[in-house]
């Protein structure tokens, strides 16, 4: 790797290649260091770790200690036990992402191409929310839908609810607050993309005789994809695996993966079976996303 | 790039190796993994007193749970008397929400004999059994807490994790029973009657604690929650499925179920004295019933975790809110039961109306149909509490 041609006349002489070329093949490994080992103790060693536990021993416990068994029966008995958890989960999460694209692509769109100068006080008002814990929010929700709040001693008056109908404790308000939460990592990255869209093309479509749905279908949609696939995955994740919302806003028949989780690493004591569901949780949502980016074909993202 | 066989990329190579380095290494390693009981014992993890020499105590308790001047909010009456009278500097962290989070937040430390920080904390009755049962908590001296051996209430004496009342003794006591609101429905006596009457479908909550659940239904199915069967305590459990079932129980809590109880949003529900007194001070259609079948009473428990160094200091404190006459002070404000015999006296002094009052100063009666739940064995309790947490869904 010593030898290269020599250098053209009139060019600058060049210094030693070895040396820079030494350098420079280590400087970028220098840089992403920190980054790596950040990672490998924050993420790698704890997922060993996660993944270790999901294969102890079931019938070991704290004050004996869990041995290492490789017992991958735990997988099947979590999934007997908790699949219509689990199943919820991917359920109310993909409920609440279509109701959150119905929400927040014209949001979006409207912020990105048609707020004017407005458009910063329309951003911040959709980050401003986050300036407030996630846990107050939600709490908030419970009063809003309070069974003696104003909300739904309207809805009964107009006969959309029953007299002892309610909001509140039901799978509406779990997926509600999901919406809600997650809103906007959804509208964010798609706001990015919406952004770039160059409104000459849009009108080079109309031009071409494309109607307003085909102009958005064969030009915005497309050009919005990257944003849209971003969005949709960082919605998608979280929502899946919270359990704050299941916990605040729903009842036993609305909870969800997270909170079985939580129960098994907290309150049961039950870590190869927590560990196994998390991992499963992890698992199942990347067989999603694959799924997901194989058809969407947006390699950028990755 | 020495060698001329060349159809493989660098970069497939790279990571090639790397990958089956890394699958290798995390191979290894998984199998290296297991943990170490938690278990310890009293020769195996000594805790040093270092009280002769520093007038210091790490004092940890929940929220709401110590009497505060009502003028001044960070001012604590009888705790700043204790510092006065002792000279021994108490650092109080109101840093207990939950006992279940509490342990796992310092359960690495405890596991491995090391030190929390903590002189004292303070857990709910099944949490220090089970604490007690891993050898994490200090025994105390008799001869330094005479005022426990002499006040504690009889009926908390000798309980089953701790025979000798010197490893867990109650900060306050309190009972689960029923509560309703009455503003939104008519009165409520038994556990069936939560659990069956139409008007309440949907209305209803119960306690995610199962031994305050579990308890109050196995009283109502005639059974004795001190001393009961599995099979008793599948009966129980099967009612309260039913119940879930058919929507009469919308979810199940923990603290957080007054707010909604005050709102009318739950309409009856399992709850706690403490919670339930202080919501009918401000809305007095909100009550609190002990059922005919039995309440359920539990404690809070004042420990001193191994490693802690100052357990001398621990042990004045401890016998200083043994003194009926602070007890008494420490009661009229946190209105729970309070756990020192005398204190009623003493309250008299302050508000005669609390001392009258049975969910502070219970009567015998009360006391008699009000009992602790069996203490579980490690096996035990991981099964109830599977079987239990399926049934609340989680």
């Known amino acids: ?90 359920g109310y999460a993909g409920l609440a992402l279509v109701l959150a694209l119905l929400l927040g692509y014209p949001l979006a769109y409207a912020i990105a191409q048609k707020a004017g100068r407005w458009k910063n ?9 986050m300036f407030t814990s996630f846990l107050v929010r939600t709490l908030a929700w419970k009063t809003i839908l309070s069974d003696n709040g104003a909300l739904v001693g309207l809805l009964r008056d107009v006969h959309l609810l029953a007299p002892d109908g309610r ?18 990592f959804l509208v964010l990255p798609l706001y990015a993309s919406l952004e770039r869209l160059d409104p000459r093309l849009l009108e080079a479509a109309s031009d071409l005789y494309a109607s307003g749905v085909q102009a958005f279908r064969r030009v915005t949609l497309p050009l919005s994809m990257p944003g849209l696939v971003a969005g949709t995955l960082l919605f998608f994740i979280p929502a899946s695996g919270d359990y704050i919302n299941a916990e605040l806003l729903g009842t036993p028949n609305e909870y969800m993966i997270g909170n079985v989780i939580d129960s098994a690493f907290l309150v049961r004591l039950d870590y190869p079976q927590g560990a196994a569901l998390s991992f499963l949780l992890m698992a199942a949502i990347l067989a999603v996303v694959f799924g997901y980016l194989r058809r969407a074909g947006t390699e950028e993202v990755l | 790039m020495r060698t001329p066989l060349r159809p493989l990329s660098r970069r497939g190579l790279l990571t090639g190796t790397l990958g089956s380095a890394a699958l290798l290494a995390a191979g290894g390693s998984l199998a290296g993994c297991g943990t170490k009981g938690a278990q310890q014992t009293e020769a195996g993890c000594v805790s040093e007193d270092l009280s ?9 308790n929940w929220p709401q749970y110590m009497d505060v001047d009502e003028k001044d909010e960070s001012k604590r009456p009888s705790l700043d008397e204790f510092i006065t009278k002792t000279g021994i500097q108490v650092t109080y962290t109101e840093d207990i929400n939950d006992n279940n989070e509490f342990f796992g937040k310092v359960q690495n430390q405890l596991a491995a004999c090391q030190s929390t920080d903590r002189d004292i904390i303070v857990l709910t009755d099944w949490m220090a059994a089970r604490m007690i049962r891993l050898g994490w908590i200090q025994k105390l001296d008799a001869a330094k807490i005479p005022n426990v051996q002499a006040n504690l209430l009889p009926s908390l004496l000798n309980r089953s994790f701790d025979t000798e009342n010197r490893i867990s003794i109650p900060w306050q006591s309190g009972l689960a029973g029923l509560a309703f609101n009455g503003s939104v429905t008519k009165e409520l006596r038994t556990v069936d ?11 209803v909550t119960a306690l995610s604690e199962m031994r305050d659940t579990m308890g109050l239904l196995l009283g109502s199915n005639g059974h004795d929650p001190s001393n009961f069967t599995a099979a008793q305590f599948d009966d129980a459990l099967n009612k309260l499925k039913k119940a879930v079932d058919s929507g009469q129980i919308r979810k199940f809590t923990g603290n957080d179920y007054a707010p909604d109880l005050a709102k009318g949003d739950i309409a ?50 401890i016998n200083y809110y043994y ?38 100063f219970p009567d015998d ?19 109830y509490e599977g079987k239990f947490q399926q049934v609340i869904g989680a």
């Open chain 2, 52 to 60: 002769g020499t520093e007038k210091k105590l790490a004092f940890s």
């Open chain 1, 167 to 184: 909001l509140l404790a039901t799978p509406f308000a779990v997926v509600l607050g999901l919406t809600y939460n997650f809103l906007p």
């Open chain 2, 268 to 317: 009856a529900c399992i709850g706690w004295s403490g919670d339930v007194i202080q919501l009918s001070s401000e809305n007095e259609k909100v009550q609190f019933v002990a059922p005919d079948s039995g309440a359920m009473l539990y404690s809070d428990n004042m420990m001193v975790p191994n490693k802690a160094t100052h357990k001398g200091n621990a042990e004045a404190l």
């Open chain 2, 365 to 383: 009666a009360l006391l008699a149909k009000s009992k602790v739940f069996m203490a579980l064995d490690e096996k035990q309790e991981k099964e």
């Open chain 1, 1 to 90: 790797m010593t030898l290269l041609a020599p250098s053209k006349p009139g060019q600058l002489p060049s210094p030693p290649r070895a040396a820079r070329s030494g350098r420079h093949r280590l400087l970028p490994y220098l840089l992403l260091l920190p980054g790596a080992v950040w990672l490998l103790v924050f993420f790698g060693v704890p997922l060993l770790q996660l993944a270790a536990a999901s294969l102890y021993d079931p019938s070991g416990s704290l004050s004996t200690g869990y041995a290492m068994t490789w017992a991958f029966g735990n997988y099947p008995d979590v999934v007997q036990a908790y699949w219509p958890q689990l199943l919820r989960s991917f």
């Open chain 2, 193 to 203: 009657e939560l659990l069956t009457r139409p008007d309440l479908k949907g209305k």
């Open chain 1, 121 to 129: 006080l329309l951003l911040v008002c959709v980050v401003a929310p």
């Open chain 2, 323 to 360: 003194e009926p006459a602070v007890a008494a002070k420490l009661a009229a404000y946190v209105n729970y039961i309070c756990p020192v015999k005398g204190a009623q006296a003493e309250m008299e002094k302050i508000d005669p109306d609390l001392a009258a009052n049975p969910l502070i």
